[in-house]
T-cell receptor
Framework: NAGVMQNPRHLVRRRGQEARLRCSPM?????VYWYRQLPEEGLKFMVY????????ESGMPKERFSAEFPKEGPSILRIQQVVRGDSAAYFC???????????????FGAGTRLSVL | AQKITQTQPGMFVQEKEAVTLDCTYD???????LFWYKQPSSGEMIFLIY??????QNATEGRYSLNFQKARKSANLVISASQLGDSAMYFC??????????????FGKGTKLSVIP
């Protein structure tokens, strides 16, 4: 019964390159959230997706960042033309569909640590 | 204004003693959820305990309990019989419904707990 799987665990990019972070939710979960954690800070919400739909992207920077959750395959967080300020830990969480969404627990993956040189 | 406030950047506790980690929150939504997560040095986010705003009783999960004082808007985590493996960052988080219809979590800055042998 695998948990939320994120890969890679560590990613190093040079300024101007693209970063692609993957998240496979827990089995049976169809809601995915992405969060960013800067050093010495708590997690900050970026985007909430359901299969093939972006529901809430109010926490996403307006430029260079995009997310998708296709019908088949993992959710992808894509950062184009990375800058040093993008260096952070990026966490994905998933929760099950239906029921009382306010009560659904979000289970987190181990995160991807992005370092921009 | 901070939605989640954790006033203790760091705490020390003797092994086998109990410890309370403070968390206060701010919301005008009558329906919300409060969560605690543990982040060990390895970096993953581990769900510990959940309290719903309408729950009549304080939540408990093994050695973890949540001291929920709704009028004071506080949701302190109590860890009983501390173990060396409890040394980690602890984050309090709140979920309320956003204008976009999602239920993202808002995190505090965390408390670093160190258990002393």
């Amino acid at each position: 019964n695998a948990g939320v799987m994120q890969n890679p665990r560590h990613l190093v990019r040079r300024r101007g390159q693209e970063a692609r972070l993957r998240c496979s939710p827990m089995k049976g979960h169809s809601h995915v959230y992405w969060y960013r954690q800067l050093p010495e800070e708590g997690l900050k919400f970026m985007v909430y997706l359901q299969k093939e739909n972006i529901i809430d992207e109010s926490g996403m920077p307006k430029e260079r960042f995009s997310a998708e959750f296709p019908k088949e395959g993992p959710s992808i967080l894509r950062i184009q033309q990375v800058v040093r300020g993008d260096s952070a830990a990026y966490f994905c969480a998933s929760s099950p569909p239906g029921g009382n969404l306010a009560k659904n627990i979000q289970y987190f993956g181990a995160g991807t640590r992005l370092s921009v040189l | 204004a901070q939605k989640i406030t954790q006033t203790q950047p760091g705490m020390f506790v003797q092994e086998k003693e109990a410890v309370t980690l403070d968390c206060t929150y701010d919301t005008s939504d009558p329906s919300y959820g409060l969560f605690w997560y543990k982040q060990p040095s390895s970096g993953e986010m581990i769900f510990l305990i959940y309290q719903g705003s309408y729950d009549q009783q304080n939540a408990t999960e093994g050695r973890y309990s949540l001291n929920f004082q709704k009028a004071r808007k506080s949701a302190n985590l109590v860890i009983s019989a501390s173990q060396l493996g409890d040394s980690a960052m602890y984050f309090c988080a709140m979920r309320e419904r956003s204008g976009a219809g999602s239920y993202q979590l808002t995190f505090g800055k965390g408390t670093k707990l160190s258990v002393i042998p």
